[in-house]
């Protein structure tokens, strides 16, 4: 029998100024630093891939203060990447905005690198850090303890079963030997475009790896997009497999609600795949959220949804929820949208 779960959250939403760029972007990195909201790179179809557009790659970097009014513009750099990426991972931590693998124009890319506010927030720098071992493409990452953890991605049509973790003091300060440390892999398939997040499970800081796909070219089934989800425990080195969740998710976003709490947002399920050509722009990808608890070991059923159904979205952690920026909402066609989701309380749906 399931058991409740405790006070559930919900999110409400409230829509922020737009990015810069109008068609919108995908896989943009993202996170706070200085006070500034920053979002860097990410991808588009100035031409629409139906109309056989290329994919473009932006170097632009765009900030906003945190503590500005949801209305102000976005500022941009003169300052950009040194060359146009999307589709990476990204995390904010204590040095700035950490950036892990992506692609660009020639494919796949292994870069790593720190966004920093300079000049009194006039300003931002951007600095390379040790790259990956191999490039990687739609990994999944995130930051505790004092180290960037990166899992799986995918390098032309190579899915990927890498899980590394780069100490970021040491690698900023360019201490001699810093690089990237390999760990132990899941117990499952290699996978690219999954969720990384840290939560509390059994009273211990640990990361959970869900979903993702197992194949990046064509053909692809339903079957390939993943549902399964896994806790690493970083001071016993060890994994252990979670409950699944209620549905399959590649590229979705994830917010961490509370110490025992995430939600991960949207991403693809590969429904109707055989029907993507014919539906063209009316596809449209899931909005639902899934919220897993990790006392219970549950996943809620319904949980909610997002104002918009979207892949490849940006989500910047705050106090009280999260900003989730740009992303796809059909395949080939972004958004520019910015939203501020806000962590309330209400009624507990029931539990899987």
Not at 22 to 36: F, R, S, W
Not at 203 to 223: F, N
Not at 235 to 256: K, N, T
Not at 285 to 293: A, C, D, E, H, V
């Amino acid at each position: 029998m399931s058991s409740p779960l405790l006070s559930a959250p919900t999110l409400s939403w409230a829509r922020w100024s737009d990015l810069p760029d109008p068609i919108g972007l995908k896989g943009v990195y993202a996170g706070v630093t200085g006070g500034q909201l920053i979002a860097a790179g990410g991808s588009n179809f100035p031409v629409p891939h139906a109309q056989g557009g290329a994919k473009t790659f932006a170097r632009a970097i765009y900030s906003l203060p945190v503590a500005a009014d949801p209305s102000a513009a976005w500022q941009s750099h003169a300052d950009a990447l040194p060359a146009g990426l999307a589709e990476g991972a990204s995390l904010t931590t204590e040095h700035g905005v950490v950036g892990v693998g992506g692609a660009g124009a020639a494919g796949p890319v292994a870069d790593a690198f720190l966004i920093e506010v300079k000049n009194e927030g006039r300003g931002l720098s951007v600095t390379s850090l040790p790259s990956l071992p191999e490039p990687s493409a739609m990994p999944a990452a995130a930051y505790l303890g004092g180290y960037v953890y990166v899992a799986g991605g995918e390098n032309r049509g190579a899915v990927q079963s890498q899980f590394r973790r780069l100490n970021l003091a040491a690698a900023r300060g360019q201490t001699p030997g810093a690089t990237w440390e390999s760990l132990p892999t899941w117990p499952g398939p290699p996978r690219f475009g999954a969720v990384l997040a840290t939560l509390r499970v059994g009273g211990r800081d640990c990361l959970v790896l869900a979903g993702g796909r197992i194949k990046s070219t064509p053909p692809v089934r339903q079957e390939d997009y993943l549902a399964d989800v896994y806790g690493y425990d970083p001071e016993a080195g060890r994994w252990q497999r979670l409950a699944d969740m209620p549905h399959r998710a590649l590229a979705a976003a994830v917010l961490r609600l509370d110490a025992g709490r995430l939600a991960v947002l949207g991403g693809s399920d590969g429904h109707s795949l055989d029907r993507m050509a014919e539906l063209g722009p009316k596809y449209r990808l899931p909005s639902r959220i899934m919220i897993y608890q990790a006392a219970s070991n549950e996943w809620l059923v319904d949980a909610g949804s997002m104002p918009t159904g979207t892949a490849g979205t940006a989500v910047v952690e705050m106090p009280d929820g999260g900003i989730l920026i740009g992303g796809e909402y059909s395949p080939g066609l972004r958004i520019p949208h910015v939203l501020r989701a806000t962590l309330t309380r209400g009624s507990a749906p029931s539990a899987r």
